[in-house]
C-alpha cells in the first residue's frame, strides 16, 4: 500500500477503562458522549479503526498524546508511542503503546501513562505513515477530553497509599463530616464533598489555571497541593471562595448555609468569579473535593482551640494594664496585627512522599486553604509534613513553625509592669490551652445523628500535652527561631499561695441561662485581698469579640485556708439579641492579689447549641421513582425567623435544591416536602441546612438505601 492508514474512529473504552481506574464513580464518564478518565502509570485499552485493513509489515501507527499549550517531550507534557508487539510495557516513565490485537481495518492498543505525568487535560492525536517515509502524512485529531488523574493505587506514584482499604475513604467517599465547635460542644458537620459531579473535574481545571502553576509541574503533588492550598481563597488572586466572618451575607450565601462542595464549583465554573462566602471549614471542605477528584489522598483536620501567630513567637500573647484590663492591640507587634485564639480552626491533611524532605517525613501533610498569613508573598500554606510538626523541625518546607504554634503554642498572658525592661511581665503560660484536640472522620462509618464517626489524630501532631516529649518538642521549634527565643525566655512567675480555677461550661442549649463560677482557695497563712473581674460576652468562631453580654466587678478579703466561689449568672434576655453567628460564647476571668502582686486570668469558650432538622423519607427510595423528602425543625426563639431556606443534597439523589418559605413564628415547629428522584442505588446520604436572618447554622442528615 502506497497511502497511510486514515482514522475513521477512535475508541477509548470510556467505561470499561474506568472501572479498572478506579474512576467509574464520575459522572462524566456516563455522559453522551463519554468522557475519558484515568489514572496516570496505569495501562488503559484504545482501539481503533481505519480505512483499509492494517498491514503489521508497513503501516506505522503512532499515538500522540499533549498536555497544555506548548507540549514538550522534554518537559514531560508531550508523549510520542509507536505502536508495536512488544510483550509489556516496561518504562514507567515513558509514554508506551503496544498491540494486543489486529481484525482488518481495525487494531487493538494498550496505553501506558508515565507515573509521574501531568495532571489534567490532556488531548490524542494519531499519526500514520508507511514504513521508508520520512514525514507522517496522515493525522487524525480525537476530539475528547482525556483526564488523567494521580494514582495512589501504585506504588511509583508519589501519593501512594499502601493500605488501598482506606482510599475508600480518602479518595473515593463523595460525602464527609467536618467537626466544628468549641471544645466540649463540637460536633460533626455533614458535608457532599461531590467529587464525581460532573462540574467538579472541570472546575479544577479553571481553578488550577487561575493558580498559576506551571504545565510541567502539575504532576508534582508537592507543587500542586500548595497550590489549591492558595486557589481555593480569593485573596491574591481570582481564586474559587471569598472568605467573609462578619455575619453579613445578604449579597451571597452564608457559609452555614452550603450542603457541600458542588454548588460552590459549579458556580466558580458557571460565572468564573469568586463565590461568596466561606470559612475555614468551607474552604477545607472544597480543598478536599478538589484533591480527592485528582486522586490525591485527602481528609478534612479540625484543631479544637487553634492558635494564629501572627508574629513567628510560637505564643499567643494577651496583654493587660496594671488595672487588669486586655488591651486590644499588641504592643510588641509593629505590624499591629494582634495573635489570636479560634475556637476551632479547619485545614486538609494530603498524603503523599516527600522526596524533597530527609526519610520519615512523607505521609500525612498539611495544607490550609484560609488565608491567615502569607507564606513567600502569597496566602498559601503547606504542605506541611505533620511529622515534621510533631518533631518541631520547623526549618524544612513548607510553613512548619506556623502549624507548630497553631497546635501547640503557649498561651502567655503579660501584665503592665514599669520596673521590666520589657515594659510587661509575664504573669502566666499556659501549656495545655492550645490544640485541646484534633479531630478528623473515621473511616468507613457515618453517624447522621451523633459524633461516634469521629477520630481523634491529636497524636499524630503532638506528643501527649504536657508530657516531656512535648515540651521537648516545643522549646525544638523555640531553639530555632529568635524571637520566640526571647519570649519564652522570659521567667513565668512562681507559684503562687491562691488557687484560682474557672470552671468550663460544655452544653448549654438556646433559651436556657448559665453561669460563670470561679472557685478560689487561700492556700496561705494570711488573709489575701482580692480584686476580680468576670464577664461573659459573644465572640465570632474566630476569636473575635462580638458584644458584652454581663460584666461584673469587685473586691473581698479572703481568710487565710478559705475556700470562696464567684458567681456571675447569665440569663436568656442578657444573651439572646447579643448572639452571633454560631452562637459561641466566651467566658471570662481575670483576678489580682494585693499582698503579692500575684495576678490569675483564665477564659473558656462554649457554644449554645442548637436543635437540628429531621430528615425523612416517606416509603420506599427506587431509582427513577419519585420520593418525599420531609424537612423539619422548631424555631428555639422567641422572634420571628426572615428570610427562611432549607438547602438538600445527596450525591445520587438530588442536586443542591433550595426551598424558599414564609416566615417562622417564635417556637413555631415547621416542616416542607420535596419531591426528589433517586437516579443510582446503593447507600446514600442526604445533606440539609437551614438558614434565615435571624438564625442559621442548623444542620441534618439521614442515610438511606435506594433499590433499583
Given at each position: ?255 452555614s448555609a452550603w450542603t457541600g462542595s458542588v454548588p460552590i464549583l459549579e458556580e466558580f465554573l458557571s460565572t468564573e468569579k469568586e463565590v461568596k462566602y466561606g470559612q475555614c471549614w468551607v474552604f477545607a471542605g472544597v480543598v ?421
Amino acid at each position: 500500500m502506497d497511502e497511510p492508514l486514515t482514522v475513521e474512529m477512535v475508541y477509548m473504552y470510556e467505561v470499561e477503562n474506568a472501572r479498572n481506574h478506579h474512576t467509574d464513580n464520575f459522572e462524566l464518564v456516563h455522559f453522551d458522549p463519554p468522557t475519558s478518565i484515568l489514572r496516570r502509570g496505569q495501562t488503559f485499552n484504545v482501539a481503533l479503526r481505519f480505512n483499509r485493513d492494517y498491514i503489521d509489515e508497513t503501516d506505522i501507527v503512532r499515538l500522540l498524546f499533549s498536555f497544555g499549550s506548548n507540549p514538550s517531550v522534554m518537559r514531560g507534557t508531550r508523549g510520542i508511542g509507536t505502536v508495536n508487539r512488544d510483550n509489556h510495557l516496561k518504562d514507567l516513565e515513558a509514554w508506551g503503546v503496544r498491540m494486543l490485537g489486529s481484525n482488518g481495518s481495525d487494531i487493538s492498543v494498550e496505553v501506558r501513562s508515565p507515573i509521574d505525568s501531568p495532571v489534567g487535560i490532556w488531548q490524542l492525536n494519531v499519526e500514520t505513515t508507511i514504513v521508508g517515509r520520512g514525514k507522517p502524512v496522515n493525522t487524525h485529531s480525537h476530539d475528547a477530553d482525556i483526564y488523567l488523574l494521580f494514582n495512589p493505587w501504585i506504588k511509583e506514584d508519589n501519593v501512594y497509599f499502601e493500605d488501598h482499604q482506606l482510599l475508600h475513604e480518602y479518595v473515593l467517599n463523595d460525602v464527609g463530616k467536618i467537626w466544628v465547635g468549641p471544645y466540649g460542644s463540637a460536633r460533626g458537620r455533614e458535608w457532599i464533598f461531590g467529587q464525581f459531579d460532573a462540574a467538579v473535574l472541570p472546575a479544577c481545571q479553571l481553578l488550577l489555571e487561575r493558580s498559576g502553576i506551571k504545565t510541567i509541574s502539575r504532576g508534582d503533588p508537592i507543587k500542586m497541593t500548595r497550590a489549591i492550598s492558595r486557589i481555593i481563597n480569593s485573596n491574591d488572586d481570582k481564586g474559587v471562595i471569598e472568605g467573609r466572618w462578619d455575619g453579613e451575607y445578604e449579597d451571597g450565601t452564608a457559609p452555614s448555609a452550603w450542603t457541600g462542595s458542588v454548588p460552590i464549583l459549579e458556580e466558580f465554573l458557571s460565572t468564573e468569579k469568586e463565590v461568596k462566602y466561606g470559612q475555614c471549614w468551607v474552604f477545607a471542605g472544597v480543598v478536599t473535593t478538589v484533591c480527592r477528584a485528582l486522586g490525591i489522598p485527602s481528609r478534612v483536620v479540625t484543631n479544637l482551640v487553634s492558635a494564629h501567630d501572627t508574629n513567628a513567637t510560637l505564643s499567643v500573647d494577651r496583654y493587660y494594664s496594671m488595672d487588669n484590663e486586655e488591651l486590644d492591640y499588641d504592643p510588641n507587634n509593629p505590624s499591629g496585627n494582634m495573635d489570636s485564639i479560634w475556637n476551632y480552626h479547619v485545614w486538609n491533611d494530603v498524603w503523599m512522599a516527600r522526596p524533597d524532605l530527609p526519610k520519615g517525613y512523607g505521609g500525612w501533610q498539611a495544607i490550609d486553604a484560609t488565608p491567615q498569613e502569607t507564606s513567600d508573598g502569597l496566602y498559601q500554606c503547606g504542605p506541611a509534613s505533620v511529622e515534621a510538626v510533631r518533631s518541631g523541625v520547623v526549618g524544612y518546607n513548607y510553613d512548619i513553625q506556623f502549624l507548630v504554634a497553631s497546635v501547640n503554642a503557649d498561651l502567655m498572658r503579660w501584665k503592665e509592669d514599669p520596673s521590666s525592661e520589657f515594659g510587661y511581665s509575664k504573669i502566666e503560660s499556659n501549656k495545655y490551652h492550645i490544640g485541646r484536640m484534633i479531630l478528623t472522620k473515621a473511616p468507613w462509618v457515618f453517624d447522621p445523628n451523633g459524633d461516634t464517626d469521629k477520630e481523634d489524630i491529636t497524636y499524630l501532631y503532638k506528643a501527649r500535652e504536657g508530657t516531656p516529649a512535648e515540651r521537648l518538642t516545643l522549646y525544638r521549634a523555640v531553639r530555632s527561631v529568635d524571637l520566640a527565643k526571647r519570649f519564652y525566655s522570659f521567667p513565668a512567675p512562681g507559684k503562687e499561695d491562691v488557687v484560682f480555677d474557672l470552671v468550663d461550661l460544655m452544653r448549654v442549649n438556646i433559651g436556657d441561662p448559665f453561669t460563670v463560677t470561679v472557685n478560689i482557695e487561700n492556700k496561705s497563712n494570711e488573709v489575701r485581698n482580692i480584686k476580680a473581674i468576670l464577664s461573659a460576652g459573644s465572640v465570632y468562631y474566630t476569636g473575635i469579640k462580638a458584644n458584652i453580654v454581663k460584666r461584673a466587678s469587685g473586691s473581698f478579703a479572703l481568710q487565710p485556708h478559705a475556700h470562696e466561689q464567684l458567681k456571675l449568672t447569665v440569663t436568656v434576655d442578657d444573651y439572646l439579641d447579643k448572639l452571633v453567628e454560631y452562637c459561641i460564647m466566651k467566658l471570662y476571668a481575670i483576678a489580682s492579689v494585693e499582698e503579692t502582686r500575684q495576678t490569675w486570668a483564665d477564659e473558656d469558650d462554649f457554644q449554645v447549641l442548637k436543635p437540628s432538622i429531621d430528615v425523612k423519607i416517606e416509603g420506599e427510595l427506587v431509582v427513577g421513582r419519585p420520593s418525599i423528602i420531609i424537612l423539619s425543625f422548631k424555631n428555639p426563639l422567641k422572634k420571628i425567623l426572615t428570610n427562611s431556606k432549607f438547602h438538600y443534597a445527596g450525591p445520587g439523589l438530588s442536586k443542591n435544591k433550595t426551598i424558599e418559605f414564609r416566615n417562622v413564628d417564635p417556637e413555631e415547629s415547621i416542616y416542607v416536602e420535596h419531591e426528589l428522584v433517586p437516579q443510582k442505588s446503593g447507600p446514600q446520604k442526604i445533606v440539609a441546612t437551614f438558614t434565615s436572618k435571624q438564625l442559621v447554622d442548623i444542620t441534618g442528615s439521614i442515610s438511606v438505601d435506594v433499590n433499583e
